[in-house]
């Protein structure tokens, strides 16, 4: 499916470090192995404003906000982001 979605775009291209690790796969362990690949990128996360209120259990949730901007999203129907979880998580 993902390979329909970016066909024919060559600014995206599609990742198997998730598959190729195997195991449980944490979001800290995939960012800290794309900012090794591509040292000069800048990284952004967008999540779910559902997922932003688990984040803070969330393995190593600081280092996440170290090397990716997180960006949020209010899923439709869902209720604003509650932007104070991240207050102690951002640099």
Request: charged letters at 20%; hydrophobic letters at 45%.
């Amino acid at each position: 499916m993902l390979q329909l979605a970016i066909g024919g775009q060559e600014a995206f291209r599609i990742s198997t470090i998730e598959l190729d690790r195997g195991g449980i796969s944490y979001t800290v362990d995939t960012l800290n192995q794309i900012a090794t690949d591509l040292p000069a990128a800048e990284l952004y996360f967008l999540m779910g404003a559902d997922s932003l209120v688990d984040m803070p259990k969330w393995r190593e949730p600081q280092r996440i906000c170290e090397l990716a901007l997180p960006l949020v999203v209010r899923r439709q129907g869902s209720p604003e982001p509650r932007w104070n979880l991240l207050a102690g998580l951002l640099s």
